[in-house]
C-alpha cells in the first residue's frame, strides 16, 4: 500500500495563531487527498477532499477561510489553522487515495493543542 | 444525521473466541464499505473490505459480511487475539458523487482479555 507521512505530528500553539500542517505521499502519487479531524471518543469527521491543482471541497460547516488547504503537488497537500482557538484542538488526520487502490491510505495523524 | 453507525462503543470478548462488530447504514447508494483498526494517536490502517455486489469476503482471522436489504455490514475475527485490542471504524464509500470519499462509524472499542 501507499505510504503517507504527516509533520509535525504534535504542535502545541497559543490561540490566535496559525499552524500549518504537512501531508506527503512518499510512493505515490495522490490525485486526491482527503484531511479529517478526530474528537477524543468521536468519529473521524472529514473536513475536506483536496485535488491537485484545484481548490479543495469543504464539508458543510467547516470554514474554508478557517481551514486553508492547498495541494500544491501529487506528493504534498497541506492544512493551515488560522487563527487557532483551543475548539479547534483535535487529532488532524490526512488520507490519500489513488486510482490504483480501492481504498485510502492514513498519514499517522497530527495532534494539534491550542492553549 | 449519522449515515453509518456502529451502536457498540465497547466490547470484550475472551482471548481465542470470536469478535462480531457491527456496523449499520442508511445511504443505500454507498457502494464499497471497509474496516479499519486504529490505536491511539495514530491514523487507521485498512483491514479488510467488500463490494456492495458481494455479500461476503474473507481474509485470515478476518470475515466481512454485508447484508444490503438490512443495510448492515459485520466484522467477525476469530480467533480473537490480545493484539486485536483497538478501535475499529467501519467506512462507507459513495463514489457516486465522484469525490470517492468515506463516511466514517463512530467506532467501536474492542478490548481481547487474555
Known amino acids: 500500500g501507499a505510504v503517507v507521512s504527516q509533520h509535525p505530528s504534535r504542535v502545541i500553539c497559543k490561540s490566535g495563531t496559525s499552524v500549518k500542517i504537512e501531508c506527503r505521499s512518499l510512493?505515490?502519487?495522490?490525485?486526491?487527498m482527503f484531511w479529517y479531524r478526530q474528537f477524543p471518543k468521536k468519529s473521524l469527521m472529514l473536513m475536506a477532499t483536496s485535488n491537485e491543482g484545484s481548490k479543495a471541497t469543504y464539508e458543510q460547516g467547516v470554514e474554508k477561510d478557517k481551514f486553508l488547504i492547498n495541494h500544491a503537488s501529487l506528493t504534498l497537500s497541506t492544512l493551515t489553522v488560522t487563527s487557532a482557538h483551543p475548539e479547534d484542538s483535535s487529532f488532524y488526520i490526512c488520507s490519500l487515495w489513488t486510482l490504483d487502490y480501492n481504498e485510502q491510505f492514513f498519514g499517522p495523524g497530527t495532534r494539534l493543542t491550542v492553549l | 444525521d449519522q449515515q453509518v453507525k456502529q451502536n457498540s462503543p465497547s466490547l470484550s470478548v475472551q482471548e481465542g473466541r470470536i469478535s462480531i462488530l457491527n456496523c449499520d447504514y442508511t445511504n443505500s447508494m454507498f457502494d464499497y464499505f471497509l474496516w479499519y483498526k486504529k490505536y491511539p494517536a495514530e491514523g487507521p490502517t485498512f483491514l479488510i473490505s467488500i463490494s456492495s455486489i458481494k455479500d461476503k469476503n474473507e481474509d485470515g482471522r478476518f470475515t466481512v459480511f454485508l447484508n444490503k436489504s438490512a443495510k448492515h455490514l459485520s466484522l467477525h475475527i476469530v480467533p480473537s487475539q490480545p493484539g486485536d485490542s483497538a478501535v475499529y471504524f467501519c467506512a462507507a464509500r459513495d463514489s457516486y458523487s465522484g469525490t470517492y470519499k468515506y463516511i466514517f462509524g463512530t467506532g467501536t472499542r474492542l478490548k481481547v482479555l487474555a
Open positions: 510512493d505515490f502519487q495522490a490525485t486526491t
